[in-house]
């Protein structure tokens, strides 16, 4: 089983809507990230959270909104989705004192 | 401003020959480097990384150059097989922060 899950995987929705994605790990990590990556852009960050109380703005937060539900979930809201959200996106998990982050399969969201 | 910077989107090389992936930086804050590999529709699993106090580190067929001096970085693979083809990033972060930054990826095709 996979470590880090991302639901839905694949997601279609009209501009307006409001859409959630959820990141789940079972790695135990305190840290959680969530990230976007655009064609020719890489993967910028939108969100991180070092534990349920803790959530900061990433370089790109407008538009955008979290929830750390518990210390295994990590979800990502579009309150009212917009075309040039069409992306995919990543969440991703660390620990303290270690750089490597653990990356979900992602969520392909096209917004239309 | 793209910070980290890879500048060929794609690489093509014949199996068993050295593969040679570049990633230059323009932020001299930053002193922890990665590399990231990625297939299609999964997420990006970390492969090795470096810190800025050393100029190299090996890990198996994989060894990961840092020249400060340049703010360049280049991934090694030797001997290159086809599983190995896949999308690489770099990315690159810095005492105090867990953000990273990251480039925009390089393609490699490893031929048979």
């Known amino acids: 089983d996979a470590d880090v899950t991302q639901t839905p995987r694949n997601r279609i929705t009209k501009t307006g809507k409001r859409i959630m994605l959820e990141c789940s790990q079972t790695k135990g990590h305190d840290r959680m990230y969530w990230y976007r990556q655009d064609p020719g852009l890489g993967l910028r960050l939108i969100y991180y959270s070092f534990d349920v109380k803790d959530i900061n703005k990433g370089e790109i937060s407008d538009g955008y909104s979290v929830s750390r539900q518990a210390q295994a979930k990590f979800s990502l809201s579009l309150e009212s989705a917009i075309p040039n959200q069409t992306a995919l996106y990543f969440c991703?998990?660390?620990?303290?004192?270690?750089?490597?982050?653990?990356f979900g399969p992602g969520t392909r969201l096209t917004v239309t | 401003d793209q910070q980290v910077k890879q500048n060929s989107p794609s690489l093509s090389v014949q199996e068993g020959r050295i593969s040679i992936l570049n990633c230059d930086y323009t932020n001299s804050m930053f002193d922890y480097f990665l590399w990231y590999k990625k297939y299609p529709a999964e997420g990006p699993t970390f492969l090795i990384s470096i810190s800025s106090i050393k100029d190299k580190n090996e890990d198996g067929r994989f060894t990961v150059f840092l020249n400060k001096s340049a703010k360049h970085l280049s991934l090694h693979i030797v001997p290159s097989q086809p599983g190995d083809s896949a999308v690489y990033f770099c990315a690159a972060t810095w005492s105090g922060t867990y953000k990273y930054i990251f480039g925009t990826g390089t393609r490699l095709k490893v031929l048979a």
């Open positions: 991703a998990t660390s620990v303290p004192g270690s750089r490597e982050q653990y």
